[in-house]
């Protein structure tokens, strides 16, 4: 019973989400003393007491033992935490080993665009954080960590070379949009600006980070639309762009 997945659980990647770790990590989990003595019966509350008493990250060390943080990292997955409370775990900048531990999560569990958009401010969090692996301690930081969880194919637990390539995909859209939208700012000051869109997706995209900048809404013409003394503001965003 101690390590069957909460009743009422989703399933992630249309599977139970503890299969997201690795079978032989997994059931070395279900052997490891710290699993059997502290991660019984945890709640996502009491769970936090003993993520503030982790001292490191990582996956295995020595023989292929499962770190503290890979066990609770399964717990997570165990119980599956509403999103709110993963998100309070993320605010609690105290507790590092607790912010990291969701980011895990959130990375093992979310959706790319999500995963982009919770996880890229932590990308300004510059402190130390000790990383333990097979080969002993060695010390790393927490943007670091970060960056690996949004691009590299393995994470800790399981490879997931869809979701890395996903996030790789999302980070270069945002930034092109960022970019372009750019360009849309200068033009504030002009009569009209009319804002080139292909389909429902890029208008509404567009359209939003338009008002974003504060842009004039009354001075959008969309879809190429010229009225009077016009400012043409090429996005050239294509449908695949948004696929």
Known sequence: MANTTVRGAQAIHGQNPQFLVET?????????????EHCFALTAESLIDKAIEVKAIGGVYGNNKPTEFMCLLLKL??????????????????????????????????????????LEPLLKDYRKIRLRNMGGYSLTFMDDFVDSLLHEERTMAK?????????????????????????????????????????????????????MLGLDMSLVVLQGLVVGRSHHIGLGVGPEYFT
């Open 24 to 36: 032989v990590i997994r059931n070395r989990i279900y052997e490891a003393p710290f699993w059997k």
């Open 77 to 118: 997955l165990q119980i599956q935490p509403e999103k709110e409370i993963l998100l309070e775990y993320l605010q609690a900048d105290e507790f590092k080993y607790l912010r990291a531990l969701a980011a895990m999560y959130i990375r093992m569990t979310f959706g790319a665009a999500e995963v982009y958009e919770i």
């Open 159 to 211: 490879s997931g070379p869809e979701k890395a390539a996903s996030l790789t995909r999302w980070k270069a859209r945002s930034r092109k949009i960022a970019a372009e939208v750019a360009v849309a700012a200068e033009a504030k000051a002009k009569a009209e600006v009319v804002v080139q869109v292909e389909d429902v997706a890029s208008a509404g995209v567009k359209t939003g980070l338009l008002q």
